[in-house]
């Protein structure tokens, strides 16, 4: 996957722009409703969900990892 993404000369990590910083771009989302923040969730091959329903906790470990 790396090599494709370096051929077609895409970034290979995320900007370091912080959790918060993160969190404050996820809010302007148009799948943000009524202040929460919605995510695209893979549940398998060809079927995702948008949904509200995810931890927390995870999802601020995950963005501290690459922010």
């Known amino acids: 996957m790396n090599a494709l993404f370096k051929s077609a000369k895409l970034p290979l ?3 370091k722009l912080g959790t918060e910083k993160y969190l404050a771009l996820m809010q302007l989302d148009k799948k943000v409703a009524d202040g929460q923040i919605r995510l695209v969730l893979q549940k398998a091959i060809g079927k995702a969900v948008i949904t509200a329903e ?14």
């Open 54 to 67: 995810y931890d927390k906790v995870k999802l601020l470990q995950t963005l501290e990892a690459i922010a």
């Open 13 to 15: 990590n995320a900007p």
